[in-house]
């Protein structure tokens, strides 16, 4: 972790300290805390609130009625002393029923007896009653500035009309009295509730920070960043692959090798257009060292290693990088490597051939000589002939000479077949057709070198585009590997029939560059392999 601090402070100024990310959370959740148990006492006062005016709204009816069914009230309430004889029927009123104010009201709204003197005379606060209709009501009114919950009831004629209004109100509770009113168990509850979440809040706090290794936002932040950096400019190509077989990180190199776009990123590998070795490579789970596999557009050197966290495997991470380059020149290695031998091969014979000559002539005898002299020439033609009749090409036929006297060094006969016909290439396809056919041809004598009759078949033709046939006399190719023999390469030749590192990757690659095909099958008249390659030709070549 340490590190990781280390590499933070080296690619970007020391931020400024601002509060953990824990301290942070802790807040918020204190925060989250308070606003609920702020809306708990809300919808606790809200339930008071409307309790109260239901019930105190059909209390203060009910006064307001006893009042106006009082025979004394409807006795005395045209009396010129209504105000002082009636006073104590309002005062009762308000004592039996603890509401803050009784009045008996005047048909005109005029306040005509109080249980507050001091409003005798004063226009009555009626609010939205529509107690002047007949009918009782009860409702919100405000009453010298304080909100109430009041019951009218009208004291009606025997014809029917209101002679006045019996107003009985009651001042709506306090906040805390409110609170107070919903009961010890409330204030119980919403205590407990704040003890826990401060306690969960903690807990969550310590658990973040944890699992964060400690590390504040700005740090996290440059962390992502510096990832997001480095992986996406590093020049190899990075694929990650989680225990499911899901993509998890695809770096931009590995975007161009791969053929693959972003979006691939979250989505399995089977369902991703790759080439089945490299899909294959990609969801083999075990660690291994540098492979090559071969695409239809590149040769990709891979490398697989399993991913752990806290000692549990969570996927796998492969690198890659191209080795098209790479092989090629391996390839030309190989080419020179051939040529070199085949030059040591004829100084070689023709240093046994000059011992033979000198010997002849110790001798005297001049006849044997000037008969093996013409003998070798004779053969030498043959050859060069057998080739030349044919192919046209010079690169290509200087190429199947020399193989053919390598191929007999080591023991392998080398036959071009008579049907074989080939015109001049241009240099361009004629490297590619030479790299093509080296590598068949070596790949064969490997295989067929030191069995019985030991022979290779070479078929160019050149009717429809280039098709270049290499069968042999060595054990074949399997069909279970007669695919992956063109896309897997290995560093050192493997123990797999006909592998020989990278070669016939080249052999595939080269011939899809053209649009072409490589296969192989089995050969009817060697017994061995058949390898067919067809590159077609250009319309202008």
């Known amino acids: 972790m340490s590190t990781k601090r280390n590499l933070s402070s080296l690619w970007s100024p020391r931020p400024l300290r601002i509060r953990s990310l824990a301290g942070q959370v802790l807040l918020l959740q204190l925060a989250v805390v308070a606003v609920v148990l702020l809306a708990g006492a809300a919808v606790s006062v809200h339930q008071s609130t409307v309790g109260f005016r239901d019930l105190q709204g059909q209390r203060m009816i009910a006064v307001a009625e006893n009042v106006a069914s009082t025979p004394v009230v409807r006795e005395l309430l045209s009396a010129p002393s209504a105000g002082t004889v009636l006073a104590p029927e309002v005062d009762r009123a308000v004592n039996l029923s603890g509401a803050t104010l009784a009045e008996i009201v005047t048909a005109d709204g005029t306040v005509l007896v109080s249980s507050d003197p001091t409003r005798l005379g004063a226009a009555a606060e009626l609010g939205a009653s529509d107690v002047a209709s007949g009918r009782a009501w009860s409702g919100d009114v405000v009453v010298d500035g304080r909100r109430a919950i009041a019951g009218h009831v009208p004291i009606l004629s025997p014809a029917g009309s209101v002679l006045a209004i019996v107003a009985v109100s009651d001042d709506y509770p306090s906040l805390w009295d409110l609170l107070s009113s919903a009961g010890a168990r409330l204030l119980l509850y919403l205590g407990i509730g704040a003890g826990l979440g401060l306690l969960g809040s903690w807990l969550l706090s310590r658990r973040i920070k944890t699992h964060t290794r400690g590390l504040e936002i700005a740090e996290i932040a440059n962390l992502a960043d510096h990832r997001e950096a480095l ?53 083999s789970g075990d660690d291994s060292g540098d492979v090559v596999l071969s695409t239809a557009s590149r040769v990709l050197a891979l490398s697989r290693r399993t991913a752990t966290s806290r000692g549990q495997r969570i996927g796998t991470v492969t690198t890659m990088r191209d080795s098209t380059e790479l092989a090629s020149l391996q390839s030309q290695l190989s080419s020179h490597k051939s040529v070199t031998d085949t030059l040591r091969a004829q100084t070689h014979e023709f240093a046994n051939q000059l011992h033979t000559i ?184």
């Open 231 to 283: 992986l996406h400019n590093i020049r190899e190509g990075v694929v990650a692959v989680n225990t499911e077989g899901v993509i998890t990180v695809l770096n931009d190199s590995a975007q161009e090798l791969l053929d693959l776009t972003a979006d691939a990123v979250g989505r399995r590998v089977d369902d991703v257009d790759l080439e089945p070795a490299v899909r294959q490579y990609l969801l």
């Open 358 to 541: 000198s010997g002849l002539t110790q001798l005297g005898d001049y006849d044997a000589v000037t008969d093996f002299v013409g003998t070798l020439t004779r053969r030498r033609a043959e050859i060069s002939d057998a080739v030349t009749q044919r192919i046209s090409d010079p690169a290509v036929a200087a190429l199947l000479i020399a193989k053919t006297s390598l191929a007999a060094e080591t023991g392998v006969t080398l036959v071009l077949e008579p049907d074989s016909r080939l015109r001049a290439l241009d240099p361009e396809l004629a490297t590619d057709v030479i790299t093509v056919l080296g590598n068949l041809v070596d790949n064969a004598v490997d295989v067929s070198q030191g069995g019985r009759d030991a022979r290779i078949s070479v078929r160019i033709t050149d009717s429809d585009g280039i098709t270049v046939e290499v069968a042999d006399s060595g054990p074949g190719v399997p069909d279970s590997l007669r695919e992956e023999i063109f896309a897997r390469g290995v560093t050192s030749k493997p123990d797999t029939p006909g592998g020989r590192g990278v070669g016939l990757a080249l052999v595939r690659l080269v011939s899809a560059q053209h649009g072409g095909s490589a296969t192989v099958s089995d050969a009817p008249v060697t017994g061995g392999a058949l390898f067919t390659v067809h590159i077609p030709r250009s319309k202008d070549g």
